[in-house]
């Protein structure tokens, strides 16, 4: 009895002496499923949604019927971390892709202006040094311009009075073998001078359109520059007035 008692004894003793590293591998391991745990409560996620009726609700996950309705993530303390908006119908989409297309042409379309304003301001500043300069480029090309104009209208008159000329000759050749032959060359001249006649309108046209074109330059020039303007808009002096249009000769018909 003694002997097992004293087994008992040991027995009872080793016992009690395993326990604390017992224990120990307990607590490792409960800290080791708590470690491996963690993550998963951390990233457990919570969503807000709206249904049908306007009613928000709180769940672990998106019901299918409600993917399309668009939610709130929401971390374990509530802060919303990712938003996803309502799904849209095709008709929805397209229409704000076309928005987005139009709206992206028009800021192309404004920096190219804005480019093409810098490009031509650029070019006056360097081909013109003074508004004289400006004054003396204009009178040129509209001396050029009246030029054609002037012998637009001297070819006029020229066929003017030789269809004058015919006209007196179509009585006496009546009848005669060259009446066919002045009949032709009066609606030959007919024709060139209803042409001369567009030529001169065309030119009046030019002569002022080319006037505004400089006066445009130099008051771009004189605001690039910093110069004051003439007083009431009256040209500088030494610049070269537009040409009064002349008119276009009658028609012949």
Same mark, same amino acid.
């Given at each position: 009895?003694?002997?097992?008692?004293?087994?008992?004894?040991?027995?009872?003793? =080793?016992?009690?002496?395993?326990?604390?590293? &017992?224990?120990?591998?307990? !607590? /490792?391991?409960? @800290?080791?499923?708590?470690? +491996?745990?963690?993550?998963?409560?951390?990233?457990?996620?919570?969503?807000?949604?709206?249904?049908?009726?306007?009613?928000?609700?709180?769940?672990?996950?998106?019901?299918?019927?409600?993917?399309?309705?668009?939610?709130?993530?929401?971390?374990?303390?509530?802060?919303?971390?990712?938003?996803?908006?309502?799904?849209?119908?095709?008709?929805?989409?397209?229409?704000?892709?076309?928005?987005?297309?139009?709206?992206?042409?028009?800021?192309?379309?404004?920096?190219?202006?804005?480019?093409?304003?810098?490009?031509?301001?650029?070019?006056?500043?360097?081909?013109?040094?003074?508004?004289?300069?400006? =004054?003396?480029?204009?009178?040129?090309?509209? &001396?050029?311009?009246?030029? !054609? /104009?002037?012998? @637009?209208?001297?070819?006029? +008159?020229?066929?003017?009075?030789?269809?004058?000329?015919?006209?007196?000759?179509?009585?006496?050749?009546?009848?005669?073998?060259?009446?066919?032959?002045?009949?032709?060359?009066?609606?030959?001249?007919?024709?060139?001078?209803?042409?001369?006649?567009?030529?001169?309108?065309?030119?009046?046209?030019?002569?002022?359109?080319?006037?505004?074109?400089?006066?445009?330059?130099?008051?771009?020039?004189?605001?690039?520059?910093?110069?004051?303007?003439?007083?009431?808009?009256?040209?500088?002096?030494?610049?070269?007035?537009?040409?009064?249009?002349?008119?276009?000769?009658?028609?012949?018909?």
């Amino acid at each position: 009895m003694g002997r097992r008692n004293r087994a008992d004894g040991w027995a009872g003793g =080793d016992h009690r002496r395993r326990s604390p590293a &017992r224990r120990a591998a307990n !607590a /490792l391991l409960l @800290a080791f499923v708590a470690v +491996a745990l963690a993550p998963v409560a951390a990233h457990a996620a919570l969503y807000k949604w709206v249904d049908d009726k306007g009613v928000v609700h709180y769940t672990d996950q998106v019901p299918p019927e409600a993917v399309n309705k668009g939610n709130v993530q929401l971390s374990p303390q509530g802060v919303p971390i990712r938003k996803v908006d309502p799904a849209i119908a095709p008709e929805q989409r397209k229409a704000r892709e076309t928005a987005r297309q139009q709206e992206d042409a028009a800021r192309r379309e404004t920096a190219k202006q804005q480019e093409e304003t810098t490009r031509r301001d650029r070019a006056l500043l360097d081909s013109y040094t003074t508004e004289s300069d400006i =004054d003396l480029a204009k009178s040129r090309a509209l &001396r050029t311009i009246q030029a !054609a /104009l002037d012998s @637009a209208q001297g070819y006029s +008159a020229q066929l003017a009075k030789r269809r004058a000329a015919l006209t007196e000759k179509k009585p006496a050749a009546a009848g005669q073998p060259g009446s066919a032959d002045l009949e032709r060359e009066v609606s030959v001249i007919d024709a060139e001078i209803a042409r001369q006649r567009d030529v001169i309108v065309q030119k009046n046209k030019q002569l002022i359109a080319v006037a505004a074109r400089y006066d445009g330059d130099k008051e771009r020039w004189q605001a690039l520059k910093g110069t004051p303007q003439a007083a009431n808009g009256a040209p500088a002096a030494g610049s070269a007035p537009a040409p009064a249009p002349v008119a276009a000769p009658p028609s012949t018909k």
